[in-house]
């Protein structure tokens, strides 16, 4: 098992940027892919962004690549989201997700959740 805690969130306006991170323990993180979902008041959780074991593939939502930008650092067991150029409808709470295998982009495919954190981007 693999507890994970996202940090990062906050309030910002639009254009600007945020970054947030999950860190993992437990199990060893290298194992897993990880993923960005979010999910805006009375919407689904939604796909964001999601990350293979060692970095090397990344795969984006079309309303963020470009914007948003995926990474990990296997020796601090922490992935990243980077967040720029953020826009109203950016607004949620974010849960970063870990699964063993292959980076997917649905939700039910991941196993492991964190408890999120929110980022409202105000117009």
């Known amino acids: 098992q693999v507890q994970l805690a996202e940090s990062g969130g906050g309030l910002v306006h639009a254009g600007g940027s945020l970054r947030l991170s999950c860190a993992a323990s437990g199990r060893t993180f290298s194992n897993y892919a990880m993923g960005w979902f979010r999910q805006a008041p009375g919407k689904e959780r939604e796909f964001v962004a999601a990350?293979?074991?060692?970095?090397?593939?990344?795969t984006y939502a079309a309303s963020v690549k470009g914007r948003f930008a995926i990474s990990r650092d296997n020796g601090k067991n922490t992935v990243f989201l980077q967040m720029n150029s953020l826009k109203p409808e950016d607004t949620g709470v974010y849960y970063c997700?870990?699964?063993?295998?292959?980076?997917?982009?649905?939700?039910?495919?991941?196993?492991?959740w964190g408890q999120g954190t929110q980022v409202t981007v105000s117009s």
């Open positions: 990350i293979d074991w060692s970095g090397g593939m990344t």
């Open positions: 997700a870990a699964r063993v295998g292959m980076a997917q982009s649905y939700r039910d495919a991941y196993r492991y």
